[in-house]
């Protein structure tokens, strides 16, 4: 847990706000999650934590600890980040437009929340983006109710402004990377359903767009962030309105970015959010987190086999998760 904490507080040191957000505003927000981060590390040896961020009672997560070897998972689940498994904390915006965010507590599940922010009412979506390819986000990419994107670097430095016109999509995702370059990219789906592919600089810039293909307003929920199926390639998962997950498995290729799509299962329509964090359970395996339509909150551990994705949900969060609109 030591090495894990130390890891984190040095990558969230320049944690974002909103695109409205100053340098020193953002420098508060960063303090604020590392403040939460070393409570829970605190909590976790037993300590006293003087000021720990207690979540209120209908967040009570699930014990720390991981369950016996999940499929075919074994052994300590200590594994580093990676493009392939990444490892990002989670925030999340509740309807009353106040920003919390949970670390990841090593042991497949989260720290209790820490206030980060409030007056995301103008904020649409949010995405973390991993730049450099070492498993850890570098910034957020966000876009407002009117269209504008904006990046905000993981180093204290004021958002900008990427561009306008986004309000033409109705999702937007980094799933990792797509196209090959080493850099995360963005998948985003217009009015007509069609898919396109944005493949990210670096530097929070993206190019111009790619289209992927139609038929994809076929789906409610698009998720995925690394490799699900053990080839090094990102992948995504979609949910259609029969509530059946599908599996598009990555190709590493932006002109064509995915291979035919293969089913996981059916019962997923009683999930109402889909998204991944990355390798939660840190075995080395991205993985899914769904919340239920009760306001439950369950881990789907990766197996990294094309032919069965996850392993069977595990509970992180017993309730009150619908209080969010927006995860990321």
């Known amino acids: 847990m030591e090495n894990y904490v130390a890891k984190n507080l040095a990558k969230d040191s320049g944690a974002s706000g909103t695109s409205a957000t100053s340098g020193s505003k953002r420098s508060r927000i960063a303090a604020r999650l590392a403040a939460a981060t070393a409570a829970a590390a605190l ?169 992927v293909g139609g038929g994809w307003n076929a789906y409610n929920q698009i998720a995925g962030n690394g490799d699900l199926t053990g080839d090094g390639k990102a992948d995504v998962v979609a949910r259609d309105a029969s509530g059946t997950l599908w599996l598009y498995k990555g190709t590493g290729n932006y002109k064509a970015p995915f291979e035919g799509r293969t089913k996981i299962g059916g019962g997923w329509n009683t999930y109402n959010a889909l998204f991944s964090m990355g390798d939660l359970d840190l075995d080395g395996t991205t993985d899914l987190v769904a919340r239920g339509n009760d306001g439950s909150l369950w881990r789907y551990s990766g197996t990294g086999n094309a032919a069965a994705p996850f392993a069977g949900r595990k509970n992180i969060g017993t309730s009150g998760w619908n209080t969010y609109r927006l995860f990321f």
């Open 43 to 211: 909590l976790a040896t037993g300590a006293t934590a003087v000021a720990a961020a207690e979540p209120p009672k209908p967040f009570t997560a699930a014990a720390p600890t991981p369950s016996a070897p999940l499929l075919a998972h074994s052994g300590a689940m200590t594994s580093a980040p990676s493009p392939e498994a990444p490892q990002f904390d989670l925030f999340a915006a509740d309807r009353a437009n106040t920003l919390y965010g949970y670390i990841r507590d090593g042991g497949g599940a989260l720290s209790p929340r820490a206030k980060i922010d409030t007056g995301w009412d103008a904020i649409k979506w949010t995405t973390q983006v991993d730049h450099d390819a070492d498993g850890y986000a570098d910034g957020w990419w966000e876009w407002d109710k009117n269209g504008t994107m904006y990046y905000a670097a993981d180093d204290a430095t004021a958002p900008w402004t990427v561009g306008g016109g986004w309000n033409t999509y109705n999702l937007v995702v980094s799933p990792g990377n797509l196209g090959g370059a080493g850099a995360g990219d963005l998948l985003a789906r217009d009015g007509s359903g069609n898919l396109y592919i944005y493949l990210g600089y670096g530097t929070g810039k993206v190019a111009a767009r790619y289209k």
